[in-house]
């Protein structure tokens, strides 16, 4: 019985050393110590030892089974130690593997001119004005020398909303606005970019809603020389150093005298060609003298104080900067078009 026992040890600890995985040692453990295993088998067959040899053997069972035990319990954690290495390894992440390209998007073209120019401006010290767009006819008109009736309100077709309030049609109240908000204190020195709203029908050069950058200087002695340098500095900045502007004269009511301004063809240098029509002049704004009704309205001494503003549109500087033909390019999202305005 003794060797029985010595014999069982000896095969179940072979086996626990050969076992490949949990299950096998699961398997080892069930089939040597379980009930119906051969320890307990043998132990049965005790009764038929003498009161001398059994607890001897009995003892020796125990020996053989704790023996066998701790084998099984020593192999499991290394199985187990294993299995967890193996996965870790099996999970390492290779940050070698290039990534997924990432989209990322730019600016609207539009927000991109209006930011060049918000930039130039701050840079020669103007601050940012913002107001509604849901205008009072009197901010969008009234205030700009543009009474009830007046004929000129006819070039600027409205959308109303009641009698007295419209979308604004043009970034010119802000103007006004910012103006009284100075209690006829200058200097104000301004730009106002913003969406602006007429009742047009769309088509290649016209669109019921676009851009507009109003500028605005109001101190004492300002000049038309101030207004023609500074349009200067801003063509030069937006269509190259070599450019050169004129001033034409023109009617606009909030100003006098007004002017139409002209950028000196950047395509053919003056020559005459397609882009300007053959006469080397581009225009690109509209500007003037503050008119002194429009000064005194806001709060102003138009005898103390005068003024220049001017007021461009962004979308047609971008579509000549750039070469698009047909403003809705702008408003139809079509990404082939807005990816290639990538700012550098
Ligand atoms: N408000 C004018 C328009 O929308 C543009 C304009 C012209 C603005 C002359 C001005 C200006 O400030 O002086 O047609």
New binding site residues.
Partial sequence: MQEQLKQLQTEALEKVEQAQDLKALNDIRVAYLGKKGPITEVLRGMGKLSAEERPVMGALANEVREAIATAISTKQEHLEQVAVEEKLSKETIDVTLPGRPVKVGNHHPITAVVEEIEDLFLGMGYQIAEGPEVETDYFNFEALNLPKGHPARD??DSFYITEELLLR????PV?ARTMQEHKGQGPVKIICPGK?YRRDSDDATHSHQFT?I???VVDESISMSDLKGTLEVFAKKMFGEEREIRLRPSF?P??EP?VEVDVSCFSCGGKGCNVCKKTGWIEI????M?HPNVLEMAGFDSKKYSG?????GPERIAMLKYGIDDIRHFYTDDVRFLKQFKRA
């Avoid at 049609?169 to 010119?172: D, F, L, R, V």
């Fill in positions: 070039m600027q049609t043009h970034t010119s103007q602006v507009q109003e500028g605005l606009f909030f100003t007004s704004l509209g500007a003037g503050v220049f503003a001017f007021g461009m």
